[in-house]
């Protein structure tokens, strides 16, 4: 289990070169380990899948439920299980969009303690190796936020300089952007974040005035451009730009498909491609046939496996299925 924060205050001092945070007075929320087994196709492997569900520090408040205040005696409770009861809230209200944002957290708070847990208990070398033996896919921007929590923890729990912790950072994370749809490409208010998030606002607006400064040395005078790759969107209210946030954290980018990745390139990430030649790759998304054929469709399996004379073995080799050209035309194996 780890604690989980929310809302406080900072209180900044200095340490060497860089400004830490002592971030206190939170909302505290335990996050609680699940792991489910994900077993491979025909193999001993099995891989672990560890979820989270979040749960209060105090369950039952004895004194309000005695003075007859009996929702309050579970209020903290309900309010800490909320988080993980339902993924996705609707968030077209300002309560909603704080779920939301709290969820995101929540999740990646917890599983960036787990990671940075495992790496010390194998490795008392500052962090000089994690960078090498930890990768962390964005997938989407959902968990965008993870990468300004890394550069928290590092900075002002493990006490790493603003340089080091920024190297790790963009060595960790890569950025897997799904659609060009604005659903992909969330947005959240500043006020929000410095309310629940109040660290972690700070730190948003260091990495932009770093980033700033240097696009205003490769684009000076050019404020209309600066504005519009800035991870702050200007306006009522300010929003961060979770999408621009990411590319500027991470040190790869990919679309999943060659045709999206192209239109990335040539739309909406046109000048962060101008910028960071090479950053923004194609990755195709794959399936496995094992999954989404063999086990969801037994009756089509069990055709291509006749068809391919009576073996399975298209199942782990897919390049087989090249074999079914000769059928193309083949009225009975269309039907």
Same mark, same amino acid.
């Given at each position: 289990?780890?604690?989980?924060?929310?809302?406080?205050?900072?209180?900044? +001092?200095?340490?060497?070169?860089?400004?830490?945070?002592?971030? $206190?007075?939170?909302?505290?929320?335990?996050?609680?380990? +699940?792991?489910?087994?994900?077993?491979?196709? /025909?193999?001993?492997?099995?891989?672990?899948?560890?979820?989270?569900?979040?749960?209060?520090?105090?369950?039952?408040?004895?004194?309000?439920?005695?003075?007859?205040?009996?929702?309050?005696?579970?209020?903290?409770?309900?309010?800490?299980?909320?988080?993980?009861?339902?993924? +996705?809230?609707?968030?077209?209200?300002?309560?909603?969009?704080?779920?939301?944002?709290?969820?995101?957290?929540? !999740?990646?708070?917890?599983?960036?303690?787990?990671?940075?847990?495992?790496?010390?208990? /194998?490795?008392?070398?500052?962090?000089?190796?994690?960078?090498?033996?930890?990768?962390?896919?964005?997938?989407?921007?959902?968990?965008?936020?993870?990468?300004?929590?890394?550069?928290?923890?590092?900075?002002?729990?493990?006490?790493?300089?603003?340089?080091?912790?920024?190297?790790?950072?963009?060595?960790? !994370?890569?950025?897997? /952007?799904?659609?060009?749809?604005?659903?992909?490409?969330?947005?959240?208010?500043?006020?929000?974040?410095?309310?629940?998030?109040?660290?972690?606002?700070?730190?948003?607006?260091?990495?932009?005035?770093?980033?700033?400064?240097?696009?205003?040395?490769?684009?000076?005078?050019?404020?209309?451009?600066?504005?519009?790759?800035?991870?702050?969107?200007? $306006?009522?209210?300010?929003?961060?730009?979770?999408?621009?946030?990411?590319?500027?954290?991470?040190?790869?980018?990919? $679309?999943?498909?060659?045709?999206?990745?192209?239109?990335?390139?040539?739309?909406?990430?046109?000048?962060?491609?101008?910028?960071?030649?090479?950053?923004?790759? /194609?990755?195709?998304?794959?399936?496995?046939?094992?999954?989404?054929?063999?086990?969801?469709?037994?009756?089509?399996?069990?055709?291509?496996?006749?068809?391919?004379?009576?073996?399975?073995?298209?199942?782990?080799?897919?390049?087989?299925?090249?074999?079914?050209?000769?059928?193309?035309?083949?009225?009975?194996?269309?039907?």
């Amino acid at each position: 289990m780890y604690d989980v924060r929310f809302y406080g205050t900072v209180t900044n +001092y200095q340490s060497g070169s860089t400004q830490k945070g002592n971030w $206190g007075n939170c909302q505290k929320v335990k996050a609680m380990a +699940y792991d489910t087994p994900i077993p491979g196709f /025909n193999t001993y492997n099995t891989n672990n899948l560890r979820l989270w569900k979040s749960r209060s520090d105090n369950s039952f408040d004895f004194t309000k439920f005695n003075s007859s205040d009996h929702y309050g005696a579970i209020a903290e409770r309900q309010n800490a299980e909320y988080i993980t009861s339902v993924l +996705y809230p609707n968030d077209s209200t300002d309560a909603g969009k704080e779920l939301r944002l709290k969820q995101q957290y929540f !999740f990646c708070s917890a599983s960036l303690y787990d990671i940075i847990r495992r790496y010390k208990m /194998n490795h008392n070398d500052q962090f000089a190796k994690f960078a090498d033996l930890n990768k962390i896919q964005l997938n989407d921007t959902h968990p965008a936020i993870s990468t300004v929590e890394l550069l928290r923890i590092l900075i002002d729990e493990e006490d790493l300089s603003f340089e080091k912790a920024w190297d790790i950072v963009y060595n960790v !994370f890569s950025y897997t /952007n799904h659609t060009v749809l604005p659903e992909a490409l969330e947005k959240w208010s500043c006020d929000l974040i410095e309310n629940l998030l109040p660290r972690h606002m700070q730190l948003i607006y260091l990495i932009n005035f770093i980033y700033i400064t240097k696009l205003k040395q490769k684009y000076p005078g050019d404020n209309e451009k600066i504005g519009r790759m800035s991870l702050i969107e200007e $306006g009522y209210p300010k929003k961060v730009r979770m999408a621009y946030l990411s590319i500027v954290c991470s040190h790869t980018v990919n $679309g999943v498909a060659a045709l999206h990745s192209h239109l990335l390139k040539i739309t909406l990430f046109k000048e962060f491609d101008e910028l960071y030649p090479g950053k923004l790759q /194609n990755k195709t998304n794959g399936v496995t046939p094992r999954r989404w054929i063999h086990c969801c469709n037994p009756e089509l399996s069990n055709l291509l496996s006749e068809t391919l004379g009576g073996v399975d073995e298209w199942i782990t080799s897919l390049d087989n299925l090249k074999q079914l050209q000769a059928y193309s035309n083949d009225q009975n194996f269309i039907n």
